[in-house]
């Protein structure tokens, strides 16, 4: 296979004294910290902004991810670690990635979490706006497995869009008329929003994230991308086109083993940060998880907030997804009134 992805040389990662990667904490979306932010996001394809949750939303979150995974297995398991086993965790979701929930979660603590003022601020401070959409995603969750190797997650590079689509579109139309017909009857229809970026030559930014809610060491395993791969994903896809015929040219999540991009396997970094913190990424960058190989879990909660004004969200789609929405907050008694702050409510697509 001819590439000249040897061209790509990967930019080494700023880190802290204790190990985790350089991340910025912002007073509001556009303070000079900020600015410093949205530099380091264009050179690297990604950031880290710390302090998002509170150790008590942090707490408070993994112990819902607690209550998901039970209401899953249909038994009590968090305090027996000798029952997570493969036979429980085959009901989880998405177990060979992490993935807790095979479509977006709606509890009361993962709805809530979507309108975190800090989070909104971390989105506002990399997409230039603050009038922003929040998407309805799912939880991840690693198993400690230094003792229980078998439990182990695969380490994976993927995009979460079609790299040969994305290259050899004229325009947004198919974006466009995929999005616009989103009727949000299906939780699946919250995945499919997200993995729509358009195409290169109108160039929207997108950018995907995910809060980690225990502190995550290289060890512990979870995220890691391939940096400054947003600049090259352009010229990648057009010299790897031989395996645009491998996963289609719609498929809109491309995982890509080992033995095709050893070089981006070789190249990839895993992003360690302090518990509470966001990691934001662009939508370009190959990015995945590496394996946990510790005794402590991973535990994240996903996110993508997009402009409210993007030209895919029609009236017709915004009155059917709010709608939607309204529905899932009534099933977990969340009052949009009195439970969802103003931010909330914008975010949430209800604000009149």
């Given at each position: 296979m001819m590439t000249s992805t040897t061209k790509f040389q990967s930019p080494v990662i700023p880190r802290d004294s204790d190990g985790f990667v350089k991340s910025f904490t912002l007073s509001s979306y556009n303070c000079p910290e900020a600015s410093a932010a949205r530099t380091f996001f264009e050179e690297?394809?990604?950031?880290?902004?710390?302090?998002?949750?509170?150790?008590?939303?942090?707490?408070?979150?993994?112990?819902?991810?607690?209550?998901?995974?039970?209401?899953?297995?249909?038994?009590?398991?968090?305090?027996?670690?000798?029952?997570?086993?493969?036979?429980?965790?085959?009901?989880?979701?998405?177990?060979?990635e992490g993935i807790i929930?095979?479509?977006?979660?709606?509890?009361?603590?993962?709805?809530?979490?979507?309108?975190?003022?800090?989070?909104?601020?971390?989105?506002?401070?990399?997409?230039?706006?603050?009038?922003?959409?929040?998407n309805q995603d799912r939880y991840g969750m690693f198993r400690p497995t230094k003792e229980h190797p078998e439990r182990s997650t695969m380490t994976n590079l993927h995009l979460d869009m079609n790299p040969w689509l994305y290259i050899d579109k004229e325009d947004n139309s198919h974006q466009l008329e995929t999005l616009s017909k989103l009727r949000y009857r299906s939780d699946d229809d919250w995945i499919t929003e997200n993995n729509e970026p358009g195409c290169a030559k109108i160039g929207e930014l997108h950018v995907q994230g995910l809060v980690n809610l225990a502190d995550n060491r290289e060890?512990?395993?979870?995220?890691?991308?391939?940096?400054?791969f947003h600049k090259y994903l352009t010229q990648w896809a057009d010299d790897h086109r031989d395996l645009s015929h491998c996963y289609g040219h719609y498929n809109q999540f491309i995982m890509i083993g080992r033995q095709h991009i050893p070089e981006l396997y070789g190249a990839a970094c895993h992003i360690s940060s302090r518990a509470g913190s966001a990691i934001l990424?662009?939508?370009?960058?190959?990015?995945?998880?590496?394996?946990?190989?510790?005794?402590?879990?991973?535990?994240?909660?996903?996110?993508?907030?997009?402009?409210?004004?993007?030209?895919?969200?029609t009236l017709e789609r915004a009155e059917k997804r709010s709608k939607a929405i309204m529905a899932k907050l009534q099933a977990v008694n969340i009052d949009p009134e009195a439970d969802l702050t103003p931010l909330g409510r914008k975010l949430f697509g209800l604000a009149t």
């Amino acid at each position: 296979m001819m590439t000249s992805t040897t061209k790509f040389q990967s930019p080494v990662i700023p880190r802290d004294s204790d190990g985790f990667v350089k991340s910025f904490t912002l007073s509001s979306y556009n303070c000079p910290e900020a600015s410093a932010a949205r530099t380091f996001f264009e050179e690297y394809g990604f950031v880290v902004i710390a302090n998002v949750y509170t150790p008590e939303q942090c707490n408070d979150t993994i112990s819902d991810i607690w209550n998901v995974i039970e209401s899953l297995v249909g038994q009590p398991l968090r305090n027996n670690e000798q029952l997570w086993t493969q036979e429980f965790w085959s009901r989880t979701g998405i177990v060979h990635e992490g993935i807790i929930g095979d479509a977006s979660l709606w509890t009361r603590q993962i709805l809530l979490n979507r309108q975190t003022p800090a989070l909104h601020t971390a989105f506002a401070s990399v997409l230039g706006t603050e009038n922003l959409l929040v998407n309805q995603d799912r939880y991840g969750m690693f198993r400690p497995t230094k003792e229980h190797p078998e439990r182990s997650t695969m380490t994976n590079l993927h995009l979460d869009m079609n790299p040969w689509l994305y290259i050899d579109k004229e325009d947004n139309s198919h974006q466009l008329e995929t999005l616009s017909k989103l009727r949000y009857r299906s939780d699946d229809d919250w995945i499919t929003e997200n993995n729509e970026p358009g195409c290169a030559k109108i160039g929207e930014l997108h950018v995907q994230g995910l809060v980690n809610l225990a502190d995550n060491r290289e060890e512990d395993g979870g995220f890691w991308l391939v940096p400054g791969f947003h600049k090259y994903l352009t010229q990648w896809a057009d010299d790897h086109r031989d395996l645009s015929h491998c996963y289609g040219h719609y498929n809109q999540f491309i995982m890509i083993g080992r033995q095709h991009i050893p070089e981006l396997y070789g190249a990839a970094c895993h992003i360690s940060s302090r518990a509470g913190s966001a990691i934001l990424w662009d939508q370009r960058t190959m990015h995945g998880s590496r394996a946990n190989q510790s005794q402590c879990p991973r535990y994240a909660q996903f996110f993508k907030m997009f402009p409210a004004d993007h030209p895919a969200m029609t009236l017709e789609r915004a009155e059917k997804r709010s709608k939607a929405i309204m529905a899932k907050l009534q099933a977990v008694n969340i009052d949009p009134e009195a439970d969802l702050t103003p931010l909330g409510r914008k975010l949430f697509g209800l604000a009149t």
